[in-house]
């Protein structure tokens, strides 16, 4: 690194959630900062596509199959990983998303959304994929005589609500409130060397919301896209790509007094008014 500071060699990293586009980036820029990096998907075929782009490119990194909604499935991934891996001293929570099913539509007014829709949204982005995880993962980071660090992936939504989402709204504006409790409980009760931040990405063309940004049919952009766009001053959706430098200054001694934040990546959407 021509930087120290924002050097990640013997620095041991897991990333939840890092078979998808946006985790397997951000997996790629830890392993490009020096980190290994261990991935976990719902599929070792997920985790292990990631870690290929890694090995491919001179860094270190091993995949596990991860099923965030079984406690089996969690305790055997993290036996697995502290076996390969001995510590952890970064936390990346990337997993998370939205169903078409918890989303306003023509076809579907708020009264109508599933109760079973809203709880899995819910879910998804805040029990399941960040408490839980983090209980089990962060517990080993304890005797980290350097702290560590603990990274949330909220989304602009959770202090501007967006149209049509209410289920991912409400998940990612408590995900963001958890991020600022948790950043307080381990600086306050365990170490002041702990750090716990989040990144909140603005519109990336993604698996999850493709249906609302795109016409299914001719791939043309939507109506709601389109306003996307014009009041994106950057006029362009977020590239995978774009999430890794922020999330190596987090994960790095370069934010060393930087905890309980929430850092936007929007191309400048939440900053301009409209006029």
């Known amino acids: 690194m021509n930087y120290p500071l924002f050097d990640l060699t013997g620095k041991n990293a897991i990333v939840t959630g890092g078979g998808g586009a946006l985790g397997g980036a951000m997996a790629e820029g830890l392993a490009e900062a020096g980190a290994r990096v261990a991935i976990t998907s719902l599929t070792l075929e997920e985790s292990n596509a990631i ?38 001293d970064i936390l990346l929570n990337a997993v998370g998303g939205n169903m078409k099913s918890a989303t306003t539509s023509p076809d579907q007014s708020f009264f109508d959304i599933p109760e079973d829709a809203i709880s899995k949204v819910m879910d998804l982005n805040l029990a399941r994929g960040v408490i839980i995880p983090t209980q089990l ?52 009760e365990y170490d002041p ?61 370069a934010s060393r007094f930087v905890t309980g934040t929430m850092i936007p990546v929007d191309g400048g959407f939440s900053a301009y008014s409209g006029v």
């Not at 870690?51 to 036996?79: H, M, N």
């Not at 609302?212 to 952009?221: C, M, N, R, S």
């Not at 001053?233 to 994960?251: C, F, H, Q, S």
Request: charged residues 25%.
């Open 193 to 253: 060397k702990f750090r716990v931040n989040s990144i909140a990405p603005g519109f990336f063309l993604t698996a999850q919301n493709r249906f609302l940004l795109t016409d299914e049919a001719t791939g043309e952009p939507t109506e709601r896209g389109k306003r996307i766009i014009d009041h994106t001053p950057m006029d362009r959706y977020g590239e995978a790509e774009d999430l890794k430098g922020v999330t190596i200054w987090l994960a790095s001694d």
């Open 137 to 188: 993962f962060a517990k080993a980071m304890l005797d980290n005589k350097d702290g560590g660090s603990i990274i949330n992936i909220t989304s602009m939504n959770a202090v501007r609500p967006l149209t049509r989402i209410p289920g991912y709204s409400a998940a990612k504006a408590a995900l963001h409130n958890f991020t600022q409790w948790l950043a307080v409980h381990m600086a306050q």
């Open 51 to 88: 870690v290929d782009r890694i090995v491919e490119k001179g860094g270190q990194a091993s995949g596990y199959a991860l099923d965030i909604y079984s406690a089996e499935s969690l305790e055997v991934c993290k036996d697995a990983i502290l076996s390969d891996f001995g510590t952890i």
